[in-house]
């Protein structure tokens, strides 16, 4: 279904939607390989938020989400997966996973107190997945996910050069497919924190090598697309047949672009994640 923006809770908003600097300001700790930011410690008894970033991108995306969801009462967290935001990239890191990085997120889960809904963005949500395979969570939320490689009909696409890390992508592809923006937007403050990727990992998500089994979750899900995504990584009714394979909810949000979490409008996906919650858990 098409969803429309549900009320929201009064948060703090940031003029400018690509200004990450809350993320530098707030508590980290080490979590196995990965580093957790804490947007808020638990408040209630109701489940918390654990955010996964996508490919190059690292804890700092969700900085608006942070803000948002502590201001709504909820525990939450993002992770940078090793390699990624702030943590180094040694020599080992051109040769990790998305096996890896699932580890990661559940060092990151153990780390955490309390009933956690785990939010997996883009190829963020395969490691998600692998995690909420693994460790009891209280939910999973999926983002513009990649597929799964045992989904039926999931699209493969070319794979990169084994040999060497992926640069990031050119501020044309940040603005044409993260953000649906104008060709001459200023994108300078996400390029400088976006970084290299493992060509493991995202070889992991073209050829479909990571497979999650078909059986439902023991959790409720809910599974939102991105109205302007891409129709070359995200074919029509790909996210609503993941949604379907594991028994989540699934809802197109029409109006964003892929990076639906610093998008322009990143409150209406904010808002579609809190009502669910607020629907699951009260």
């Given at each position: ?124 949500a395969l490691p998600a997945l692998l995690a909420a395979r693994q460790r009891p969570v209280a939910g999973v939320v999926l983002m513009a ?18 040999a060497s890390l992926r640069a990031v992508p050119a501020p044309a592809e940040i603005r044409a497919r993260f953000l649906a923006t104008s ?100």
């Open positions: 279904m098409n969803a429309a923006a549900p009320s929201s809770v009064s948060a703090p908003v940031t003029t400018d939607p690509l200004d990450f600097c809350l993320a530098d300001r707030l508590p980290a700790r080490r979590a196995g390989q990965g580093r957790l930011i804490a947007g808020a410690p638990p408040q209630t008894g109701r489940p918390g938020l654990l955010f996964v970033p996508g490919a190059y991108h690292g804890a700092w995306c969700y900085a608006h989400y942070l803000d948002y969801f502590a201001a709504a009462g909820l525990a939450c967290a993002a992770v940078d997966v090793r390699g990624h935001g702030a943590l180094p990239q040694d020599a080992a890191f051109p040769s990790a996973t998305i096996a890896d990085l699932g580890q990661d997120v559940i060092d990151a889960l153990d780390a955490l107190e309390g009933p956690t809904v785990v939010v997996g963005h883009s190829m963020g996910p990649s597929p799964p490689g045992d989904l039926p009909g999931a699209r493969a696409l070319p794979p990169v050069p084994d060709p001459d937007r200023d994108v300078r403050s996400v390029t400088q924190r976006l970084c290299a990727e493992s060509p493991q990992v995202l070889n992991d998500r073209y050829l479909l090598r990571v497979a999650i089994g078909a059986g439902a979750f023991d959790a409720p899900g809910l599974c939102l697309e991105a109205g302007r995504d891409t129709h070359d990584r995200h074919p029509p009714g790909q996210d609503q047949a993941i949604a379907q394979r594991y028994g989540f909810s699934h809802a197109v949000l029409a109006g964003q672009p892929h990076c639906m979490m610093y998008a322009d409008q990143w409150q209406v996906s904010a808002a579609a994640i809190l009502a669910w919650h607020r629907e699951q858990f009260g």
